[in-house]
Each structure stands twice: as structure tokens, then as C-alpha cells.
């Protein structure tokens, strides 16, 4: 619990326009997307390195939970401060620092938008590829903190594959700098990658250097629709077989398109379309050309019932409609679904897709999916409806016994989102005993005394 005399020391090191204890505040940054929110005891708004380092300091000195904001869009409670405690929201850190198109790289302040980025980057033809769906609201920092993905990590890789260097803050105030502005450094432990995906439990990233590469000239969107989800994942593999790599490689099912037709009044996809996919090819203009052949090819092999290619930014815009319409179509027709980033070997989603639906149909649920075929990693929402009888435990049931499915199948229980507190209590499913024990020991070397978003990743005793 923080001591008396905690919110002057704070005023004393941001300032009293940057401290923030109003009940609105609190409750406003006590939540994520997980719609699963805590407030914390006080909300400080940093601007320097130096601040976020003094906030650590007086954290560690009084053992008071520190927890860091980027944009709040998580999907596992990353960011919400279930010990109360100090929130630190790095909005004030939101500065692209340099654009250095000689050396194809960008340093930037953690709270920089991801998609400003990406703009930014392709005015001077450059690409920053990593395309989280939230990227006009969450933030490098946070992007970072959960190794984020997206559409395009089927060709160009997560966010990991772009940090090179990173400035961090130790919970006990320390700054620290790992990697470097150069594209390879193999000098002691990789502690760059190690922050990667640490969903900022072991320390506060204020400073990144992340690769960029040439923009793509000319890009192809393609949608095929088919009869059967299972059609659409042999058009997958049939496109690997043929060995294109489509930039984009995007799946929608039935349930998802009938909760876009009910949320839009008017279906997306012609008649008995069971599965949709979303393809972008992209590259030099020839072998944009000869691949999106290839894509039509292996489509209709598998039996795709229509093939549409945009023939303009708008057509684009019209073919992704569908896609972009999930989210808000889902979070309507069922505000409490439990929503999961599930993944498996690519070669194993159709054995995913049987377990999904053995758990349809064992525990009477409807279980809309979508999400990255080509990564093998399936957005797989379970719709529960909170006023029939024991659905909501029937959905848990039913969660358990995918997570364990995609472990039996080699995959992972998530392949973006992250554990946060959500999928804490899961955690030994995946992870030994040892590898748990190991891990710990990792989060205590660098935060001691346990102070930095306490009551993540690992399930509480
Ligand atoms: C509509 C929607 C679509 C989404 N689509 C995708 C998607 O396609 N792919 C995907 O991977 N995710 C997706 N997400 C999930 C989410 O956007 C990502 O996890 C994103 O990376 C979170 O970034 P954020 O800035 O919002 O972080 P926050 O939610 O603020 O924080 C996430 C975690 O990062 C930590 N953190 C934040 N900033 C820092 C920092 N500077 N230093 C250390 N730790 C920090 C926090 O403590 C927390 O643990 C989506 C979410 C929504 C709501």
C-alpha cells in the first residue's frame, strides 16, 4: 500500500499537472481491452527517462507495485494494476526520434502510435511491417512489451524480428541499454529479445531501435470465398506447396461472417460461403503478378466458389470490410466472449480446426474464428450468452480444453496477446515445472523485490 507522503514525492518528480488521482482517471486507466479492470492508487505521466527512472526508485524503495501503460489495448489485463499501487502511463513519451533512412532504422520514445510509425516510415519508402489490427491505438512500447502481430508476421515476422536495440528502466531505477543501432551484436546474453515479449514485468522500456526495410512498390489483395473452413485451409496449403508467401494471409469463418451479416444487416460474402480468405501479395511488379496467378491457382484447386481482386484503394478497402468488421460484430452479439489468440503448427490447423469443433459440439457453444492461417495462429472467440444457465462455465470448460488440445498439437495458448493476469492460472499447461522455476528467477534478477506489475504471467499462490 503506498505510504502518506507517496503522491508529493511523484508531484515532486513529474510535476502536479502530470499526477493524477481523480476517480475518472483511475478508473479510465485501470482498464485494458480485456474489459477486466483494477484502479490503481495513483496514475504519474513521466516525460523523461530520468522521471520514469526516480518513479522506479521510489517504487522499489517503498515496495509499491509499478505498473506501465502504453495504449491500453491489451487483451490479457497486461497493463491493469490488480495491486493498485502507481500506474505509469508513458503517453508524454511519444517522440519519433530519428528516421535514418541510410542505416534503414528509427528510434523512437515507447508511445509513439503504431500506424503514425508506419506512416511516418512510408513518406520517405520505408516499411515498418508489424500490424497489430489496434495499430491507430496502441503503441511501439506496448507492441514490444507483447511481441505483437498481425496479418503481415506470415511473411515479414512479429515485432521481435524488428528490435535491435532497446533503453529500459530497472524496477530499482537503473537504466539500462541492450543490443545496438547495428544488425548484428552477439555480445553477451540477448536481453533485447529478452524484454520482448516480457509484458513488462521486468523493466520499462523508454527508448527502441527497430530495422526497417524498402517499402513494397506495388501490392494485390485478393478474397476467395469457399463452402467449407476446411477448403479454405487446403487453399493454404496448396499456396505454400506452390511456395508463395503472401504478405497477408487472412481467414474468416462461417460463424464470424454470420455475426458481421446480423451486425450489418446485409452479408458481406454471396450465398453459402462457409469460409472466407484474405490475401495480399506484395513485392517487385512482376513477381506481384505471377504470385497473385499462383494465390487464383491454388484458390481454385481447393474449390473456392469466387476469386476478387482489387482493382483500386477502394476495392481494397470494400474486400477487407469483412475482416474489419469481426471485432466489432463479436463484442456486440456477445460482450462476454472469451477471446483467444490460439496457435498450432501450420501444418496442424486442420487437426485446430477438429478440436474446435469437438469442443462445439461437446459443450454446446458457438466458437466464431478468424485470424492468421498461414502463421497457424486462429483468433478463436467462445460466444457466451451471460443469461442462458451455466453457459459461462460450460465456455470455461471448453477453454481448458483447447488450451490443452493446442498444447497436445505443439502449438501454444497464445500466440499474441500474451498471459497477462488472464491466462495466468493456464500457465503450467504449457510450461514445465522447471521452465516456471527458471523464469522466476529471471523476473527476480531483475525486479527483487517484485514491485513491477505484480500478479502477471504467473498464477497467484
Ligand atoms: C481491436 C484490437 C485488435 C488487436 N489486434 C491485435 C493483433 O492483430 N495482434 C496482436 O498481437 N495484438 C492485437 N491486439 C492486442 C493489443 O493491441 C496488443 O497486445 C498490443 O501490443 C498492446 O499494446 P498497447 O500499447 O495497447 O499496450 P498496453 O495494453 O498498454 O500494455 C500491454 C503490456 O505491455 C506493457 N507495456 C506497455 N508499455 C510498456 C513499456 N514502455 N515498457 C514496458 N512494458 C510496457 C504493459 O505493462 C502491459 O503488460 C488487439 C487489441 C485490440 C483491442
Not at 477487407?320 to 503448427?345: F, G, Q, T, Y
Request: charged fraction near 25%.
Amino acid at each position: 500500500m503506498i505510504p502518506p507522503d507517496f503522491r508529493q514525492s511523484v508531484v515532486d518528480i513529474v510535476g502536479a499537472a502530470f499526477v493524477r488521482d481523480d476517480a475518472g482517471a483511475l478508473e479510465l486507466y485501470g482498464a485494458d481491452a480485456l474489459k477486466r479492470g483494477h484502479p490503481p492508487d495513483l496514475v504519474a505521466l513521466p516525460a523523461t527517462t530520468a522521471h520514469v527512472s526516480a518513479l522506479a526508485r521510489l517504487c522499489d524503495y517503498h515496495r509499491a507495485p509499478l505498473v506501465v501503460r502504453g495504449g491500453g489495448t491489451g487483451y490479457t489485463g497486461g497493463s491493469v494494476p490488480v495491486h493498485r499501487g502507481l500506474l505509469v502511463s508513458m503517453e508524454r513519451m511519444n517522440r519519433i526520434v530519428e528516421i535514418d533512412t541510410h542505416n534503414l532504422l528509427a528510434v523512437v520514445e515507447p508511445n509513439v502510435i503504431t500506424g503514425d510509425l508506419q506512416d511516418a516510415v512510408e513518406r520517405v519508402g520505408l516499411f515498418y511491417p508489424p500490424d497489430p489490427a489496434s495499430l491507430r491505438e496502441s503503441v511501439i512500447g506496448g507492441n514490444v512489451a507483447e511481441c505483437a502481430g498481425g496479418p503481415r508476421a506470415f511473411k515479414y515476422g512479429t515485432t521481435r524480428r524488428y528490435v535491435l536495440a532497446l533503453e529500459a528502466v530497472l524496477p530499482t531505477g537503473e537504466v539500462v541499454r541492450t543490443g545496438s543501432k547495428a544488425v548484428k551484436n552477439v555480445v553477451g546474453y540477448d536481453l533485447t529479445q529478452l524484454l520482448v515479449g516480457s509484458e513488462g514485468t521486468l523493466a520499462i522500456i523508454t527508448q527502441i531501435v527497430l530495422r526497417l526495410v524498402p517499402l513494397p512498390p506495388v501490392q494485390s489483395t485478393l478474397r476467395a470465398t469457399f463452402c467449407d473452413v476446411r477448403d479454405a485451409v487446403a487453399a493454404v496449403d496448396g499456396l505454400l506447396r506452390a511456395r508463395v508467401v503472401p504478405a497477408t494471409l487472412e481467414l474468416v469463418d462461417r460463424d464470424c461472417l454470420e455475426a458481421v451479416a446480423r451486425y450489418l444487416g446485409a452479408s458481406l460474402a454471396p450465398e453459402g460461403t462457409g469460409a472466407v480468405l484474405l490475401l495480399e501479395v506484395d513485392g517487385l511488379r512482376e513477381a506481384v503478378v505471377e504470385e497473385s496467378r499462383r494465390v487464383e491457382e491454388a484458390c481454385r484447386a481447393a474449390g473456392a466458389t469466387e476469386i476478387l481482386r482489387a482493382a483500386s484503394a477502394g476495392e481494397r478497402e470494400a474486400l477487407w470490410r469483412v475482416r474489419r468488421e469481426i471485432s466489432p460484430s463479436l463484442k456486440v452479439i456477445s460482450p462476454a466472449r472469451l477471446n483467444h489468440d490460439l496457435v498450432v503448427p501450420r501444418g496442424r490447423v486442420p487437426e485446430l480446426f477438429d478440436l474446435i469443433e469437438r469442443a462445439r459440439r461437446e459443450f454446446r457453444l458457438r466458437i466464431a474464428c478468424f485470424g492468421h492461417a498461414g502463421d497457424g495462429n486462429i483468433h478463436v472467440n467462445i460466444m457466451v450468452r451471460a443469461e442462458e444457465p451455466g453457459e459461462i462455465e460450460r465456455a470455461h470448460e471448453a477453454e481448458r480444453r483447447l488450451f490443452e488440445g493446442v498444447v497436445a498439437l505443439e502449438g501454444s495458448i497464445s500466440g499474441e496477446h500474451g498471459i497477462g493476469f488472464a491466462k495466468a492460472k493456464y500457465l503450467s499447461i504449457e510450461l514445465s515445472p522447471a521452465t516456471i522455476a527458471l523464469m522466476k528467477r529471471v523476473k527476480q534478477a531483475f525486479d527483487p523485490h517484485g514491485i513491477l506489475n505484480p500478479g502477471k504471467i504467473f498464477p497467484e499462490d
